[in-house]
């Protein structure tokens, strides 16, 4: 079996013989993350109606089903909606904290069985056991989103504490819901953000961050387009005008 | 017919595969239209261009410090709590992967689509360990089931027809199946829902990995890649030493060019960042992270006339465009990796032995070039390949001499005009209106199917030396 | 144009099979005030050798065609593929004999015909010899070698008496590649169907390309199955002899 040393020794080996096939640089990092993220997010404050209309444009081109309501107060009634279209009762939700509204009472009086995701992790193997076949079971699945990208309709959702990883995977329908703190124009500003969250040592995210964009999709027989294959067959938006995200 | 056997030669498989009329229609209609998605992604993306030129300084300027770049993903990967392994061979990988899975007490395995995996041959391997791998990718899902190989690198089951998979499901998942994708597709979720939850140990590849923070990117569109990263207790993830790119900043750049030149999409569905095994507070992700770093021949190309297909990103553009792709499909190749980036993987790979008659498998159009999202050089490197073969005497011998002698013809003037005129002798019995039809020998190969122009009463330069108005 | 010279470097393809080409192109130039020359033992670019990877050969090939046409103002080529051997490979080839420098001059020098035409001499503007419908292919070389699609297209689209009609895949690959062609006749004779299949549908009665060896094996394709449709060379549009 190879070890590390003489494994790295025949690339370092390598290296040091080859001569540069061309002047190459890679791509300019920014140099304050933090604080280029934050200048970003300063400048979408005043232009985030245009950004919000391109992420509509792109997210329902991959077949995202788009919603905007007023305040958060309103959501539940979106999410009543979507449940009743479908003949659904079932949801799982990220915890309140996560989701940065309570909204299990109100979803709760109307009529949904709703199961909220613990806040920290479970300390027996067979709580986790227990929430992730909820997950696996239930129709619905509802998420924050921590980014909204205009440039591709892309949801970006970072996994951590009362914020699982299978809320938007197992259930068949996924609905998230944002505020204008989350969209983001470009792919290039989304890199800004992964910078910055990765140079703050107290983010205490999870394992995972996920782009999400459309329903998940196969054309693996004879290139027919069919969606829902193993994440959900159909993703909701839910815009909320009034920023609800501390 | 079996066309990946390497026993029959490759001339002999490529024949094959043109045999098959449903492979035909099947490789038109798929390469037609992946070429005409990548064309509109692109044309609708003004940056294109510049991203591409730039994803290829990035990938050079990785590969001049990869040393420095894989000792940053590692310390971030072990930083994180995860192990990092050393794979030299395809061997050394499965051992390291079984060993994983046996200490795990895994008995059954989830994949999601892994083209490094497929290079290692895992699952025989797997198989061999009494631990059951499950290909999740439903193209890779059919073609397991049919034990098969894939025959395209991002679709590989555009060989099969909905029939073939209803008739695949109805025997071996003993679940009667109707031949409409929809229905398949459910029942393929069914099934592999299942094994998602079962499984104890989830294995992929990676299309990238961040150094700057340890990070295995995912892309696929299914959303297996999230289950087989999620759910099981165990991840192992399989990458070419190549894979690594610097920092967030980098990836960005690669994500904006990869899913369009594979399938046309702005991004795949899901793009999943993976960091180490589960946080704490996390209620998914696995307990164990392993990452196993693969050589495979891919080192000594660092220095090596194959340099430049280390930047490979997999995306299948090259395939759809090739027009030799186009006719024969992925099985005929005989390798894992088809079409011309194929050629050049499977020498780096297996050695320029292996592909002395796949080096020929292009007519050089360059269309391949044309489309790579990084913009690598493959006629070029096939002409390399050649040369390898040339220099190394792997080439026949009677190429060589044909060659040899051609050389010389060349370069003597007298001996190229006595050529052409013993040629209009040979040719007479041949030609009919300035053409010639069938002829024997090496020269059939050519007029089975096309006229070969017969060589002119007078060439040009016999005209050029006598006759005066043309001189002016 | 008065005073302008070039030399004519007429291919192995050109000279043995298509020696009307060379003449028509001749007449061209001349036409417009071009002296043209035709420097003698002329073979061959190398091409061939060079694509089968034989590259030592190329390069003695390469070594005494360059000095052919070391005192040539430009260079004119009816073939794409022969033109992109000179421009892009003879440089690297002959760096090796200390040649680089008078490489790089010559390739700086050498046109593809079509080129020449509309990008040194500035000429768009000719009657066709054969009125009708032409269609025209994309010669690879041409197309992704030297970046030129648009050349011939202009010549065709302004051409008197002439209508030009797009070809469905024109800048798929013929399935010609040299040797390729006999190396796996099989696969090249069905690429080549298909661009046949794709000539026919226009309708047009002459498919015109600038490399005599697409030129060989789609017209090698289009008499085998007794087409009506004739594969020439843009030069024999342009007023030359047949």
């Not at chain 1, 001569?19 to 990092?29: I, K, V």
């Not at chain 1, 709760?108 to 193997?125: I, K």
């Not at chain 2, 980036?341 to 297996?350: C, F, P, R």
């Not at chain 3, 030129?215 to 024999?236: D, F, I, P, W, Y």
Request: charge should be neutral; hydrophobic fraction near 45%; aromatic fraction near 6%.
């Amino acid at each position: 079996m190879s070890t590390k040393a003489e494994f790295l020794a025949r690339i370092r080996e390598q290296v040091r013989r080859a001569p540069a096939r061309f002047a190459a640089e890679t791509a300019r990092r920014p140099q304050h993350p933090a604080a280029e993220a934050e200048s970003i997010r300063r400048e979408l404050a005043e232009r985030w109606p245009e950004t919000l209309d391109a992420f509509r444009r792109e997210f329902e081109g991959v077949a995202g089903v788009f919603h905007r309501v007023a305040s958060i107060d309103m959501v539940p009634d979106a999410v009543t909606s979507i449940a009743r279209e479908r003949d659904a009762r079932g949801l799982v939700t990220w915890h309140a904290a996560a989701l940065g509204a309570d909204l299990v009472p109100a979803l709760g009086a109307r009529g949904l069985d709703v199961h909220q995701m613990p806040a920290a992790e479970p300390t027996d193997g067979s709580e986790r056991e227990r929430l992730r076949s909820i997950a696996a079971r239930v129709d619905l699945g509802l998420t924050g989103v921590d980014l909204a990208v205009a440039e591709t309709g892309t949801l970006v959702l970072v996994s951590g504490a009362g914020r699982p990883r299978s809320t938007s995977l197992l259930p068949p329908c996924h609905i998230a819901v944002f505020d204008r703190t989350a969209l983001l124009e470009s792919l290039r500003q989304v890199g800004v953000f992964l910078e910055a969250w990765h140079a703050d040592p107290a983010s205490a995210r999870g394992g995972a961050i996920n782009f999400i964009t459309g329903p998940s999709r196969t054309a693996d027989i004879e290139l027919t387009l069919t969606r829902g294959v193993h994440g959900p067959k159909e993703v909701h938006a839910i815009f909320v005008d009034q920023p609800f995200r501390g | 017919m079996s066309t990946g056997d390497l026993g029959t030669p490759f001339r002999q498989r490529a024949g094959g595969a043109m045999q098959d009329a449903f492979l035909q229609e099947a490789l038109t209609i798929a390469t037609t239209k992946f070429i005409g998605l990548r064309r509109e992604a692109f044309a609708g993306f003004p940056d294109g261009e510049s991203l591409r030129d730039q994803a290829r300084a990035i990938k050079e300027a990785t590969l001049q410090q990869l040393d420095r770049h894989l000792e940053t993903l590692i310390a971030n990967v072990e930083r994180l709590g995860g192990r990092v392994h050393y794979a030299a061979t395809p061997a050394e990988a499965r051992a390291i992967i079984v060993d994983i899975a046996r200490a795990s007490g895994a008995r059954m395995a989830v994949k999601s689509k892994s083209m490094a995996t497929e290079e290692i041959h895992l699952n025989e391997a797997l198989e061999a360990a009494g631990i059951t791998p499950i290909e999740t990718d439903l193209g890779e899902y059919i073609i397991q089931l049919a034990h098969e190989r894939p025959s395209h690198i991002i679709a590989p089951a555009i060989h099969k027809t909905k029939g073939q998979v209803a008739e695949l499901f109805t025997r071996e998942l003993k679940r009667p199946a109707e031949p409409d994708p929809e229905a398949l597709t459910r029942i393929a979720r069914v099934e592999l829902r299942e094994k998602f939850l079962q499984a104890d140990i989830g294995i992929t590849g990676a299309n990238f990995a961040v150094a700057d923070t340890g990070t295995i990117v995912l892309v696929t569109n299914e959303g297996n890649g999230r289950m087989v990263t999620s759910l099981p207790r165990v991840h192992v993830a399989v990458m070419g030493v190549e894979k690594v790119v610097p920092s967030m900043s980098d990836l960005m750049v690669f994500l904006a060019i990869l899913a369009k030149s594979a399938t046309g999409q702005k991004l795949s569905v899901y793009t999943s960042l993976v960091q180490g095994p589960r946080r704490g507070g996390e209620l998914e992700g696995p307990e164990e992270f392993h990452l196993v770093l693969l050589d495979g021949g891919r080192i000594a190309q660092i220095d090596g006339p194959l340099r430049e297909a280390l930047s490979c990103l997999r995306c299948g553009a090259c395939l759809n465009v090739c027009p030799v792709y186009r006719q024969i499909g992925g099985h005929a190749y005989g390798y894992t990796y088809p079409g011309p980036i194929g050629i050049l993987l499977t020498a780096m790979m297996e050695g320029t032995e292996a592909v002395r008659d796949l080096a020929h498998a292009s007519s050089l159009c360059g269309a391949c070039l044309e489309a790579c999202p990084v913009r690598i050089d493959i006629p070029r490197m096939l002409i390399e390949l050649r040369r390898e073969v040339d220099d190394r005497k792997i080439a026949p011998w009677p190429e060589r001499v044909v060659f040899a002698l051609l050389a010389r013809l060349l370069q003597r003037p007298r001996l190229y005009r006595l050529a052409a005129r013993a040629g209009r002798l040979v040719q007479r019995p041949f030609v009919a209106s300035g053409r010639i039809g069938r002829v024997p020998l090496f020269f059939g190969e050519w007029t089975r199917t096309r006229d070969l122009p017969a060589v002119a009463a007078r060439t040009f330069q016999e005209r050029w030396a006598t006759d005066r108005e043309l001189r002016g | 144009m008065t005073g302008r010279r070039a030399s004519l470097m007429v291919t192995c393809l050109g000279d043995l099979f298509f020696p009307h080409v060379g003449v028509a192109i001749v007449r061209v130039l001349r036409r417009l005030g071009v002296a043209v020359d035709v420097p003698a033992d002329q073979t061959c670019c190398g091409l061939p050798l060079f694509n089968s990877g034989y590259h030592a050969e190329a390069a003695a090939v390469a070594r005494r065609t360059a000095a052919l046409f070391r005192d040539s103002e430009h260079v004119v080529v009816p073939s794409g593929s022969c033109a992109w051997m000179v421009k892009h490979e003879y440089p690297g080839l002959l760096a090796g004999a200390g040649l680089a420098r008078e490489a790089e001059d010559l390739a700086a020098r050498t046109h593809e015909f079509s080129q020449f035409l509309v990008r040194v001499l500035g000429v768009t503007e000719f009657s066709s010899t054969v009125p009708g419908r032409v269609t025209y292919h994309d010669s690879c070389h041409l197309l992704r070698g030297l970046h030129e699609s648009e050349s011939p297209r202009t010549l065709l689209g302004k051409l008197r008496g002439a209508e030009l009609v797009p070809l469905t895949g024109a800048d798929e690959c013929c399935g010609f590649g040299g040797s390729f062609a006999v190396r796996l006749p099989e696969v090249s004779s069905q690429i080549l169907a298909k661009k046949v299949a794709n000539v026919e549908a226009t309708g047009a009665a002459c498919l015109v390309a600038c490399d005599a060896g697409c030129l060989m094996q789609m017209g090698g394709g289009l008499t085998r199955n007794r087409s009506k449709v004739r594969a020439v060379h843009l030069a024999e549009l342009l007023g030359g002899e047949r």
